[in-house]
């Protein structure tokens, strides 16, 4: 299994947390120590594993454990949605220029798979409706000029190949004549690759790319190099400019190093991945089923994030049915403060309640620090008067105490007693909408 090692290793920190009630800075010590193990021993650079573990701590013992959740159990939830980030998050996918031929330039050192990759990328465009065309610029190969022929023939996409006295950006030129007399969608350049980074690839690839002008400059590495593919890849950003990295042999007994520090390291994503030495086994490189694979723990991961979901649900629908009742008082106005606090961001709270569209940024930190002042005023009021808002209402004297003890102005009290009763009747407004504003029945 692809990672075995790694996935195994990650277990023996799951299970450290066996029997255990809650997450906590103590007893997540040795997991992180587990974790931190498994992941130096997949070549993972260090400040990646440094910065990772940091993190996942934080996350364990700062956010509480999600109802019927198991500590074990969240903690593969948060290395999950870590290593998702950690590998670039979303899936990145190629992209093609406006008008054609779109332009691929493929780098990479001898032996990574590279002359393999323009075909199988061929076949993966051909698949989705577009027509490539490969050019061999791989000069002082003539063995990898050929190879690129006969797999471009296996694949069916043209080969453009000027033999080996040529220099490639001139190759690169030619070829991209051809590519438009047949009006071609997609060129994919194959380049020389060398043992060790020498100057005069660099050159010959700064050249190349200079006259292609391409939309995707694309490394082609091997997963079996581990960190040493990500250090690779920020070397070749740095001299050359690339748009994201290849990774080959994945299938391999790769552990996992490589696919974890690529886009870290580099900055540079991973787009696409080899998983095998048939045309067909090129893929995206998707970052979720990655980290899902790695942790080999599908139900576990779909358990808590059904779990996560159902308590986001519990908790808006629990704010909902509080703001849309008729009694609202300060008690459900500090609990809706306060669940709101707690949840992050009003603007999610606000989407949630019907009738209500988007908010801007601004108008939301507004909306929260006014939501702290009135905080503090219902604090310093007495149960009473928190279930009753008339007693304020009615009272000079209350409002005046409330001011004195929340620090605020007898105004802004008044402004928020007024405000509690305005709710009230915008609530029953709108739940007269919600009720009675359903479609009226056809009649026959
Ligand atoms: P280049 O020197 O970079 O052009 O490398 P090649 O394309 O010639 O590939 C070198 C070797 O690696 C060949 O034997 C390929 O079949 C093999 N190879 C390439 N990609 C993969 C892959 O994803 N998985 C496996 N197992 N082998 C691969």
């Given at each position: 299994e692809m990672f075995g090692q790694l996935t195994t290793g990650l277990e023996t920190a799951w299970k450290k947390l066996k029997g255990e009630e809650v997450l906590t800075k103590e007893n997540i010590v040795e997991p992180m120590r587990d974790i931190r193990r498994a992941l130096l021993e997949a070549d993972v650079s260090l400040p990646v594993v440094r910065r990772f573990v940091q993190s996942v701590s934080d996350q364990a013992v700062g956010t509480g454990l999600i109802r019927g959740v198991k500590p074990d159990q969240q903690l593969v939830k948060i290395v999950h949605d870590e290593l998702v980030q950690l590998m670039g998050g979303e899936v990145s996918e190629l992209v093609f220029s406006k008008y054609k031929p779109t332009i691929i330039l493929l780098a990479g050192l001898q032996g990574v798979g590279k002359t393999t990759v323009c075909a199988k990328l061929a076949l993966y465009l051909k698949k989705q409706g577009k027509s490539c065309m490969l050019v061999a610029g791989d000069v002082y190969r003539p063995a990898a000029i050929d190879q690129l022929v006969i797999l471009g023939e296996q694949v069916g996409a043209p080969v453009y190949a000027a033999g080996t006295d040529i220099k490639p950006a001139e190759i690169a030129k030619r070829g991209m004549q051809e590519a438009r007399k047949k009006d071609i969608d997609v060129i994919i350049m194959d380049t020389a690759g060398r043992l060790q980074i020498d100057k005069t690839m660099m050159d010959e690839l700064k050249e190349v790319k200079r006259v292609l002008n391409p939309t995707e400059v694309l490394l082609v590495v091997d997963a079996m190099t581990g960190q040493e593919a990500a250090a690779l890849v920020t070397t070749f950003n740095v001299e050359i400019g690339i748009t994201g990295a290849i990774l080959t042999k994945l299938d391999g007994d790769s552990r996992g190093g490589a696919a974890l520090s690529v886009k870290e390291v580099s900055?540079?994503?991973?787009?696409l991945v080899g998983r095998g030495e048939r045309m067909e086994d090129l893929e995206p490189f998707y970052p979720d089923r990655m980290a899902g694979r790695i942790l080999g723990m599908g139900d576990v991961l779909s358990f808590v994030e059904k779990a996560q979901e159902v308590m986001r649900q519990e908790d808006a629908e629990d704010l909902q049915k509080k703001i849309m009742s008729a009694n609202f008082d300060f008690n459900d106005f500090l609990k809706q403060t306060r669940a709101v606090a707690r949840m992050g961001s009003m603007s999610r709270v606000i989407g949630m309640i019907p009738g209500m569209g988007k908010v801007a940024p601004a108008q939301i930190r507004d909306a929260e620090k006014s939501l702290k002042v009135m905080e503090s005023m219902i604090e310093v009021m007495t149960p009473e008067e928190r279930e009753k808002p008339e007693l304020l209402a009615e009272s000079p004297v209350r409002r005046k105490r409330v001011a004195q003890d929340s620090g605020k102005t007898e105004q802004q009290v008044s402004q928020l007693v007024a405000q509690l009763f305005q709710m009230r009747v915008r609530m029953k407004n709108l739940m007269g909408v919600m009720e009675g504003g359903s479609l009226p029945a056809l009649s026959n």
């Open positions: 900055g540079k994503p991973i787009k």
